[in-house]
């Protein structure tokens, strides 16, 4: 039996908000959701979202394509290859809880020397004390732990979102970021709370029987992500990736928004790919996001996104094979350089590299395998 919600003093009821748009792409670059929410609290983040403390990154995670034997010396190798990647955090699994105090700050400070931060695993229940909650804030952060990843909320009562809330507020007066996981999705969330880096809401990799997953993933970036980021783990080259491409895969990383870009993949897989300056060079947040015209729900996602001056071409097909040609035009007038990933004709588990010189008048035809993919990196020739 629930419990019913008791409120106290003035009762504020949540936004219900639709968004229209004429296309696709004036869906995606939508900001309604997150412009109902407040700013952020100036005592708690001086600069917004530019507070120092908060930075969007790449991380490695042993969950599903790492397991070993030893989990502390594993998490050391894991740090030492996110490293090698140039990537941003190291995210533990809840393994880190039987470590001592001692090995968890060797642990941050050879992270750290890495180039590396990491984030720690917590279960929701573990934080519905107050007391608690807060002494094991203050714990992560002496520790010098950069973030939590907090799963399993389940529902949406009340007391629920009461604890979305304290947990914010918390973590934020203790300088941790905040990843949900088994969460619900966001709804404007990140603008008040600029530590929230990222939520999962979203049926990911972790989901094991996806029937059509090229169908699935583009959908998504139409639907679930108008809501805002989502932790879906992506860029996995096992069997898990049901039926789409290596190509696939990879551009899942450029057209899934999340601040906190998690890669499902084994750092190893990605140090030994053909395609790792590209896995090296697709950033965690962008400056510009155009969605292309051949854009359609559940059959492609087309997307050129720009990060400082390089830009990218991230194409995710659906269950039929396809051809299509993308004109440049969204490129500045310069001379650039492409280095790209696409299909092998009927080698869902392979990769064909090519690197040219390319203009904005240039048009590019790209064949796609059923669950194909294409991604490009287009840099200014210096």
Request: overall charge negative.
């Amino acid at each position: 039996m629930q419990t019913p919600a008791t409120v106290r003093g003035n009762i504020a009821t949540p936004w219900r908000a639709v968004i229209v748009g004429h296309d696709l792409n004036a869906l995606v670059n939508s900001d309604l959701v997150s412009n109902l929410c407040p700013p952020p609290d100036p005592l708690l983040f001086p600069q917004g979202i530019a507070t120092d403390w908060i930075k969007p990154g790449r991380a490695v995670w042993r969950y599903l394509d790492g397991h070993g034997d030893d989990n502390y010396k594993d998490a050391k190798e894991f740090s030492r290859m996110a490293g090698q990647l140039g990537f941003e955090y190291n995210v533990i699994e809840g393994y880190w809880n039987r470590w001592t105090d001692d090995q968890i700050k060797e642990l941050v400070e050879y992270s750290k020397q890495q180039g590396v931060e990491l984030f720690v695993w917590v279960h929701s229940k573990d934080l519905r004390d107050p007391q608690v909650r807060q002494e094991l804030f203050k714990k992560c952060h002496t520790l010098g732990i950069a973030g939590l990843k907090i799963d399993f909320f389940d529902h949406e009562a009340k007391e629920v979102i009461d604890l979305y809330q304290a947990i914010l507020k918390e973590s934020a007066e203790n300088q941790l970021l905040v990843n949900f996981h088994g969460s619900n999705k966001p709804t404007g969330e990140p603008r008040t709370w600029p530590n929230e880096i990222n939520r999962e809401a979203i049926r990911g990799m972790e989901s094991r029987s996806v029937p059509d997953r090229a169908g699935h993933d583009t959908t998504l970036p139409f639907t679930r992500f108008l809501a805002g980021h989502a932790d879906y783990t992506p860029v996995l080259f096992t069997e898990r990736r049901g039926n789409t491409t290596w190509t696939h895969q990879l551009a899942t990383a450029a057209v899934f928004t999340a601040p906190l870009l998690t890669y499902a993949s084994n750092p190893k897989t990605l140090l030994e790919s053909p395609a790792l300056p590209l896995i090296q060079s697709i950033p965690p947040v962008w400056d510009n996001t155009i969605v292309l015209p051949m854009s359609e729900i559940g059959r492609c996602a087309a997307f050129a996104r720009r990060r400082g001056d390089t830009w990218f071409l991230a194409i995710l097909n659906g269950s039929e094979a396809r051809t299509i040609q993308v004109p440049l035009s969204f490129l500045p007038q310069a001379d650039y350089h492409v280095f790209l990933a696409k299909d092998k004709a009927d080698q869902p588990a392979d990769f064909q590299i090519e690197e040219r010189s390319v203009k904005p008048g240039d048009q590019m035809s790209i064949e796609m395998n059923a669950g194909g993919g294409f991604i490009a990196r287009f840099s200014k020739d210096r």
